[in-house]
């Protein structure tokens, strides 16, 4: 059984940094890409980040590119995003997910995750 479990969301001031983390378990990890999508109160879930399953490829949203990282652990089966300069509008819960192509560069559509994790709450206050 595949789980993804996020930790790391907290409250903070904006411009604070954050790092998120996710420890996957129940597949062999290294084999897919990962990614970090966010949904905010009233919004519609939206693509923030994803890595290749190398972690030589990374693609952000527009609106976190600088300031966000993601990376990766293939052998600590651990996907992260490192979040700095936070900003009010980065307040959402933010969820891990797991591609469902192997080997494939990742995408930015959540039809493309087949596993996601139960999600961390991130608020960023003024």
């Known amino acids: 059984q595949v789980q993804l479990v996020e930790s790391g969301g907290g409250l903070v001031q904006a411009g604070d940094s954050l790092r998120l983390s996710c420890a996957a378990s129940?597949?062999?990890?290294?084999?897919?890409?990962m990614a970090w999508f966010r949904q905010a109160p009233g919004k519609e879930r939206e693509f923030v980040a994803a890595?290749?399953?190398?972690?030589?490829?990374?693609y952000y949203a527009d609106s976190v590119k600088g300031r966000f990282t993601i990376s990766r652990d293939n052998a600590k089966n651990m996907v992260f995003l490192q979040m700095n300069s936070l900003k009010l509008e980065d307040t959402a819960v933010y969820y891990c997910?797991?591609?469902?192509?192997?080997?494939?560069?990742?995408?930015?559509?959540?039809?493309?995750?087949?596993?996601w994790g139960q999600g961390t709450q991130v608020t960023v206050s003024s």
């Open positions: 129940g597949r062999t990890f290294s084999r897919y890409p």
């Open positions: 890595i290749s399953w190398s972690g030589g490829s990374t």
């Open positions: 997910a797991s591609d469902s192509r192997s080997y494939q560069a990742p995408g930015t559509w959540m039809d493309e995750y087949d596993y």
